[in-house]
């Protein structure tokens, strides 16, 4: 067993390096050249996402599609993990994520409009979709589907529940002294509550939950900034120059080099935003949209407003505020630059960190359910959620380092099988994108639905 566990580790740490990190950007890449800069219609697609599209098929609004998979991504990434960046890879870190962020809204857009595009309307009505059918549909690969099912049911329990629920657990004993126990308890049933109703129930939760805590923590940063307002001008060209000549962070190592800077920018960029993961698609596929490129537009915004705004507002407060000279780790440098805010500054970090775990728990539950759909059909999907809420109260209570590896290596194997679809079916991508975007077309309905299971 012990073997077992080191090999995983092993496997783990490999995959979650270079060969990752290669794969993904390299994709952000070759879409965003193939796509012509899609960013460059950011400004339509955020007025998209907060348009009804009532009459198309789907499951919910595109907006609570967008807050759900929000809700999934962003996490305790964009406060801990930039930190984390930074005191790796020093300031230039954060433009290296910000800098990804850009890229990889390229692939939030092609994967969502695949799996828009090859969703199925089940026999009652609601719809399926992501990686796994676009691979069984679009590709003819349904082996590739299963892998991914099963890889994404595995890492929805343990890095989308157990981890969350977990760092929720020690961030309310640390500073509220509440027994880890109690919050278990009251963890999953808050988690039942929500993931019993089905999508419309967790939509419905996140779409007012995911603005109001983004809203209160971009607002805790700015208020952070303005209280050393002039000095951002100059953090800003640290960040920047520091991109391309490497300024490592006290007690950092020692002579950081541009390589660590991009190294570790762009690592937590692809972790945060999950652009390629093929998690999101998933709840994309339950939008009302009338064609595949209005859904994509709208959730390609995701990886704008968790990367390319959350992260780097993150980032800059830690610059600006000089806590990154002081020699501090990871969430230490948060906790510090929140600390310039006397007593409300500590009790804001705390509780966007625990909304933001808490979101995360309730965005990958939908994940992990049509997974297991996918793999064994409807029935399956009560059990499923059964097991979820209980591994929430027990991933509050123990400390399980050998699932959370196991978990977040399934995690990482999730990307190969929806990259090689987005590769693969990029001429469908770039087809699609001319009929309804370049030809000005996004009010055409589209008739990709079929019935199926």
Same mark, same amino acid.
């Given at each position: 067993m012990e073997g077992a566990i080191k090999l995983v580790e092993k496997i783990d740490s490999f995959l979650w390096n270079w060969p990752l990190l290669i794969l993904l950007l390299g994709t952000h890449v070759f879409l965003t050249v193939r796509l012509k800069f899609i960013q460059r219609h950011m400004g339509k697609a955020v007025k998209l996402s907060v348009t009804k599209d009532d009459n198309a098929n789907g499951d919910v609004s595109q907006f609570s599609a967008l807050t759900t998979a929000l809700a999934a991504t962003i996490g305790t990434g964009n406060i801990v993990g930039v930190a984390t960046a930074i005191s790796l890879g020093g300031p230039?870190? /954060? %433009?290296?994520?910000?800098?990804?962020? /850009? %890229?990889?809204i390229s692939t939030k857009y092609a994967e969502s409009l695949l799996a828009t595009k090859y969703r199925v309307k089940t026999e009652d009505g609601t719809m399926a979709g992501g990686p796994m059918y676009v691979l069984e549909h679009g590709m003819k690969k349904k082996w590739l589907g299963v892998l991914f099912a099963i890889f994404t049911s595995v890492a929805a329990i343990g890095t989308g529940g157990m981890v969350q629920s977990n760092a929720i657990s020690a961030m309310i004993n640390d500073t509220f002294k509440v027994p880890y126990a109690v919050t278990g308890v009251i963890l999953a049933v808050l988690t039942a509550v929500v993931i019993l109703g089905g999508i419309k129930s967790i939509a419905k939760v996140c779409e007012v939950f995911v603005p109001f805590m983004a809203g209160s923590y971009i607002l805790g940063c700015l208020i952070i900034l303005g209280l050393s307002y002039e000095t951002i001008p100059n953090s800003l060209h640290t960040i920047i120059s520091s991109a391309f000549t490497g300024q490592a962070a006290a007690g950092g190592f020692a002579g950081s080099t541009i390589m660590m800077a991009m190294r570790f920018g762009v690592s937590r960029g692809l972790f945060s935003n999950e652009s390629g993961l093929g998690s999101a698609p998933i709840v994309s596929a339950a939008a009302q949209s009338r064609n595949p490129v209005r859904q994509a537009l709208v959730a390609s915004t995701g990886t704008f407003w968790d990367t390319v705004i959350v992260c780097a507002i993150t980032g800059l407060?830690?610059?600006?505020?000089?806590?990154?000279?002081q020699g501090l780790q990871g969430g230490q440098l948060t906790r510090e630059a929140f600390g310039t805010i006397p007593v409300v500054g500590p009790i804001v970090l705390?509780?966007?960190?625990i909304t933001f775990a808490f979101s995360t728990i309730l965005g990958w539950s939908y994940y992990g359910e049509k997974s297991i759909e996918y793999l064994f059909g409807k029935k399956?999907?009560?059990?499923y959620k059964l097991l979820w809420i209980i591994m929430i109260y027990i991933g509050s209570v123990f400390s399980l380092d050998v699932v959370w590896n196991f978990a977040d290596l399934a995690n990482g194997l999730m990307a190969i099988p929806n990259l090689i679809s987005l590769i693969a079916l990029s001429g469908v991508i770039v087809k699609e994108t001319k009929k309804y975007l370049?030809?000005?077309?996004?009010?055409?309905e589209s008739n990709d639905e079929k019935i199926a299971m």
């Open positions: 230039g870190a /954060v %433009f290296w994520t910000w800098i990804t962020g /850009v %890229f990889g407060v830690l610059t600006n505020t000089g806590v990154w000279t705390t509780l966007g960190l399956a999907i009560l059990p370049w030809e000005d077309n996004l009010d055409e």
